[in-house]
């Protein structure tokens, strides 16, 4: 799908709440319409695997995926895979503060521990989900113990969540989600891709929540597109549903934000196309979104209802 820079600066300055208002209804009418159908199968599949590449919304979409399967009575639980990492070793470590460790590889997810814990999640018996902590690259503990009762759904989300070298669970007691930005903007001759659209995503979060310029989120962008075209866009094939997280009115309100800094990259040529379509959009105040905004897994202050 594309969309065009006039249509949505027409959308925000007629009346941005209410823009706001009908992109999130659009975004919602796909879980909606998905979440009913995981209710129909629960009891043949009861572990739910959501996958996407960075800044795809993943959090935010599994969140509300369960909430709205809570409401049909299908109390659904949130387990993401980053607990299943596997430590560091010292000399590993080292390795990736010089950039020399590939940190995407599926090889970094203790798999046999994984399927183990799915499988028995799948039979209703107890488990120990792991924690990691991230500050010091290794696994610490047990996070908390787990038991499915019947009825009840798991979503385990990851982004390699469809990796069949990682989840070797039978496919027929899973149900698979693949989450991204499908749509494409034009501007001119321009065609913005969906892989900048997450791009800026990283950037806003970035700046937000670790701290770090446009720059250096720059610098870590080769190596993580890289991981996602090696590891995550070969099995998006192997869902059951796809959902398009792109939000209309979203650039607008990270045009004032980055577009200064924008410019100042001028030396990064894979940034032109991005920089003229932020500068062609209307900028819109982020209290004009609303609190169960997508948006909001970036820029903060989110909740999650609809």
Avoid: W
Wanted: net charge neutral.
């Amino acid at each position: 799908m594309n969309i065009e820079v006039i249509r949505i600066n027409a959308g925000v300055i007629q009346n941005p709440a209410e823009y706001v208002k009908k992109t999130n209804r659009e975004y919602f009418f796909q879980l909606r319409q998905i979440a009913g159908k995981i209710a129909g199968n629960k009891d043949k599949q009861p572990v739910v695997l959501l996958s996407g590449p960075s800044g795809s919304g993943k959090t935010t979409t599994a969140m509300i995926l369960a909430e709205m399967l809570g409401e049909t009575g299908c109390l659904t639980h949130v387990l993401s895979m980053d607990n299943y990492f596997k430590s560091l070793s010292d000399e590993e470590r080292n390795l990736s503060s010089l950039g020399l460790l590939d940190l995407e590889s599926p090889s970094r997810i203790d798999n046999e521990l994984l399927n183990s814990q799915i499988e028995a999640i799948e039979r209703c018996e107890e488990i120990n989900v792991p924690k990691y902590n991230f500050s010091v690259s290794k696994r610490d503990g047990v996070k908390f113990r787990f038991r499915r009762k019947e009825g009840e759904l798991v979503i385990f989300e990851g982004i390699h969540a469809l990796n069949p070298d990682v989840i070797k669970v039978d496919d027929s007691s899973l149900c698979k989600i693949y989450v991204s930005v499908r749509t494409r903007i034009t501007c001119g001759n321009i065609i913005l891709h969906p892989s900048k659209i997450r791009l800026m995503r990283r950037m806003i979060r970035d700046c937000n929540f670790r701290k770090r310029s446009l720059r250096e989120t720059m610098n870590m962008f080769h190596s993580v597109e890289a991981g996602e075209n090696k590891y995550i866009m070969p099995y998006k094939y192997r869902s059951d549903y796809d959902i398009d997280t792109f939000m209309a009115y979203e650039l607008n309100v990270y045009r004032d934000t980055l577009l200064e800094q924008l410019r100042g990259m001028s030396d990064v040529p894979e940034l032109a196309d991005i920089t003229e379509v932020m500068e062609n959009l209307v900028p819109m105040e982020k209290s004009a979104v609303s609190p169960d905004s997508l948006i909001c897994e970036f820029t903060g202050g989110g909740v999650f209802r609809y």
